[in-house]
C-alpha cells in the first residue's frame, strides 16, 4: 500500500495563499489572546485551588455556584466535568495567609462551605484537589516561560549546527506559528493553559520539528545530488519526496494522540486536544511553511550563484 | 552471518531478555486477583504479602495511586542563613518524624530550594487528618508536676463536673432496660480516711482496683464519670500513679477538653502521656499528671538539646540541653525551688516525659537522664529542638488524588494506550506487509523495553507519563516509517534487496538521530523545569526516544538484515 506514488504536487507555488492563511489564522488568535486579556492561565499559574468532586444528589452547576457565592465566595468557577455527577470547582484564594501560603485547614473550609452551600445532606466526595499558592503560581509561570524560550533557543542552536542558521530560523517560525494557534484556540474556546498544557507545547515543539527535520534532511541531501535544479525545484522535490512518511508519521501520531482524547479520561483531556491539534498544524506548517520560507528568503536575499556556499 | 550482525542479534536478545525479566515483578503485580486485593483490605497478613509484591513493581505516581503531594513553605522572617538553613532541617526532621508514626507506606520528604519542604505521601486515605499532623506547629512547654497529694481532690473536681450529667443518662438507661443491674454505690467509694504513711490510700479506694465485675464497674463510672476511667498502678513511674487504658485515651481526653474543666480545676490541668507503656500482660496504658495549668518554661525559653551517652550508665543515652538568657535564669529558680518534684515536657498537651529535677541548674544547661537508649535520646531531644523553634509551616502547593480516582485514570490511560497502539500496528501492518511486521515487533518490543527501563531505574509512572508512552508509540513508528521508506525508495532505484536495505538504514539514521535529538532537547527541557506529573511525562517521552531509536536502528535492521540475507530473494514485502 502507498499513499503517494513519486508525487509532483507544486508545495512552494502554493506559498502566497499557505503563508496568508496562516498569517490570517496567526491574527485572528493574537486578537482572541488580547481581548481576552492573554491566555486563560489555570491555578497553576495564577494561584487557588481546584477541587474536583463526586456530589450525590446531583445538583446543578448554577445551583453550586450561587450556593457558594452565598457563602461569600467570589470567582468561583463550576464546571461539569466527565461523569454525570462530577464537578470541578475552582476557587481563587482560599485561607491565604499574607505571605500568600495556605493555611492547613484551607480545604476543609472549603469542602465545609460547599456542604453548607448544597444544604447539608447532599455525599460530596472529594477526588482530586490542586492548590497553588500564588507565590508558586509567579515562580511556574516564569518557568514555563523560560522553558518555552529555552527550547526555541537551544533547538535554533541545534540546528545552526547541523545545518545553517536559516534553517533555524525557519523552523523556530513554524514552531512559533504552531504554538501561537494552539494558544489560539485554546483562548477562543476559554480552555484553560495549565502545567499539563505547556507540556503539550512543548511536545508540539519537539514533533513538529520532527516532522521539520526531515525534510530539511532531504533538502540538504539533494542540494548536493541537484545542482542543475533551481533552490526552489530542490526543494519542492525534497517536501514530495518526503511527503509519504511526514503524513504517515502525522497519521499514526494523531491516532494515538486522539485515541487519548477519546478514551483517556478527563484529567488528560485538554492534553491530548492539545496534542491533537498540534500534531495536524505541525504537519501543515512543515509543509506549507518551513521549506516555504527557505524559499522566500532565499530569492528575496541569496543571489542564485551563491547558492553551493550558502547551503552545504 | 557475518560478526557485526552477530553481536547486533545478540545485544538485541539480551536486551529484550533483560527487559521481560526486568517487567517479571510487575507483571506479578498486575496478576495478583481481584478477589485476594479485596481479601487485603481485612486482612493484615494479605495486606503486607501484597505490599510486598506491588514494591517490586513499576512504582506509580501519586496521581495514578491517589496520594498527596506538598510543598510546604517554612516561615524563616528574621532568621540569618544559617538559622533558616538550621531551621528548614529540623522541621524537615520534625515532619518525617511525625510522618513516620502516621503510618504511610514510602512517604518521600526532602528539602527543596531555600526555604520549601517537599512532602509525598502515596496511597494516602485521609489527606485531611495528615495536613492537619503535619500542620500543627510543635508546641513544647515544661509544667511542675503537681504534688501527688493533690490528686484526690484533684479527681473528685472532675467527677463533679461530669456526675450530673452521667447519673442523668444511667438513669435513662434504666429506664430503658429496667432489666439492667441496679445503680447502686459500692462499698469502695465510702471516704475512708487519709493514710498518712501511703499517700494513694484515698484513691486506692476511690479507684477500685479490684472491681472486676463489668455491671460493678459500669455503676462505679456511673459516679464517677472521670476516676472511674483510670487505672491505678503505684509502681510503674516515680511521677504518677495514675494511668487510661489505650483504648480510653480518646474518651479521656474528650473529657479533659470539656470547657468546664479549666473553670473547675483553675491552676491545674491533666495532661495524657504520648506513648503508651506496654505492660508484660500485654495491655498498653498511658500515663496521666495532673501539672500546672501556666507553664513554667516553654519551647521559646530553649536553645538547643542534643543526645550524649550517659557518663554513668554504660552504653546508656541522655538528652543534654543549653537554655537562652531568660530561660536559664527562670530554670536556675525553679529548679533550686522544686527540688525532689517532676517536670513534665510536654508536646502539643502531651506529656513526652517528666524527669525529676535533682539539683538547682544554674547555667541553663543541664541533663535530662532516664533509661534511654540512642533512639530514644535522639526522639527527645529532637522533639526539645522542635520546640525551640518557633516557627510557621504553610501549605505552598498541594496537589491530592484520591485512590478511586487514581484507578479510574490507570484504566482510561491504559485502554488509551492499548486501543492507540492497535490502531498503529493494524495501519503499519497494512502499509508494509511483511516489513510492517518487523515494524510492529520493534513498537512491541519499545514498550517493553520502555517499561523495563522505568522498573529497573525506579522511575515512577504517572498519568502524563503514560501519555508520554502513548506517544511514544505513535513517534515510534516514525524511524521504521523513515527506513521503509528509504527502502522502498532505494528499490525503486532498482538495486538488489539487499544493497536497498542497506542504504535505506545507512540513509535514514542520519535523519532519525538528528530528528530525535530535537524532541530530545524539548524532552530534557520538560525534564529540567517540570514538577510531578510534567517530570513522569518528560521521563517516558526521553527514555521512549531513545529506546525506539534502539529498536529501529538496531533490531529492526537485524531482522531486515536476517530476512534479505539470502542473496537470491527476489522480492522484499514492503
Known sequence: ?312 | MNRSLQIRAGVTILALLLSVWGLLPTIKALSVPHAEREAAKTDPAVASRIADIDAKAIRRGLDLKGGMYLVLEVDQTGMNASEAQDALQRVKEILTNRIDRFGVSEPEITTFGASRIVVKLPGLQDPERAKKLIGTTAQLEFRMVRPTEELAAALETMDGIFLAESQAEAAVKKAETPAAAPAGTPAETAAAAPDSANPFAELDNMLGEDSDADAQRQAFLVDHPFSGMLVMQNNLSASTPLFVAEDDVDALQARLDDPRVKLKLRDAEFQIGIEPIRLTDGTALRALYLVDRTPSLTGSDLQDANPATDPDRPGGWQVSFTMTNRGARVFAKLTGENIGRFLAISLDGRVKSAPVIQSRIPSGQGVITGSFDNAEASDLALLLRAGALPTNITIAEERTVGPSLGADSIRMGVNAALYGSLLVIVFILLYYRLSGLVSVLALVSNIVILMAVLAQFDLVLTLPGIAGIILTVGMAVDANVLINERIREELRKDKTIRAAVQAGYSNATRTIVDANVTTLIAGGILLWFGTGPIKGFAVTLCIGILTSMFTALVMTRVLMELMTRNQGKQKLSI
Open chain 1, 1 to 312: 500500500m502507498e499513499f503517494f506514488k513519486d508525487p509532483k504536487i507544486n508545495f512552494v507555488g502554493a506559498m502566497k495563499p499557505a503563508f496568508t492563511i496562516s498569517a490570517t489564522l496567526v491574527l485572528i488568535a493574537l486578537v482572541s489572546l488580547v481581548i481576552h486579556g492573554g491566555p486563560h492561565l489555570s491555578i497553576d499559574f495564577t494561584g487557588g485551588s481546584v477541587l474536583q468532586v463526586r456530589i450525590d444528589p446531583r445538583p446543578t452547576v448554577a445551583e453550586i455556584r450561587s450556593g457558594l457565592e452565598n457563602e461569600n465566595y467570589r470567582g468561583v468557577q463550576v464546571t461539569s466535568f466527565g461523569a454525570e455527577n462530577e464537578f470541578l470547582i475552582t476557587f481563587p484564594n482560599v485561607g491565604m495567609d499574607a505571605d500568600g501560603g495556605r493555611t492547613m485547614d484551607a480545604t476543609q473550609l472549603m469542602l465545609n462551605d460547599l456542604r453548607k452551600a448544597l444544604g447539608g445532606n447532599a455525599q460530596i466526595e472529594l477526588r482530586r484537589e490542586e492548590s497553588v499558592g500564588p507565590k508558586i503560581g509567579g515562580e511556574l509561570r516564569t518557568a514555563a516561560m523560560n522553558s518555552i524560550i529555552g527550547a526555541l533557543a537551544l533547538i535554533v542552536l541545534y540546528i545552526t549546527v547541523r545545518f545553517v542558521f536559516r534553517y533555524g530560523i525557519a523552523a523556530i517560525l513554524a514552531l512559533v506559528h504552531d504554538v501561537t494557534l494552539t494558544l489560539g484556540v485554546f483562548s477562543l474556546l476559554n480552555f484553560e493553559v495549565s502545567l499539563q498544557i505547556i507540556a503539550a507545547f512543548l511536545t508540539i515543539i519537539g514533533y513538529s520539528l520532527n516532522d521539520t527535520i526531515v525534510v530539511f534532511d532531504r533538502i540538504r541531501e539533494n542540494m548536493k545530488l541537484r545542482r542543475k535544479e533551481s533552490y526552489r525545484d530542490v526543494i519542492n522535490r525534497s517536501i514530495n519526496e518526503c511527503l509519504s512518511r511526514t503524513i504517515l508519521t502525522s497519521l499514526t501520531t494523531f491516532f494515538v494522540a486522539a485515541m487519548l482524547y477519546v478514551v483517556g479520561g478527563p484529567v488528560i483531556h485538554d492534553f491530548a486536544f492539545a496534542l491533537s491539534f498540534g500534531v495536524v498544524v505541525g504537519t501543515y506548517s512543515s509543509i506549507f511553511i518551513a521549506s516555504p520560507i527557505l524559499v522566500w528568503w532565499y530569492e528575496r536575499r541569496i543571489a542564485d550563484k551563491k547558492r553551493m556556499a550558502v547551503d552545504m
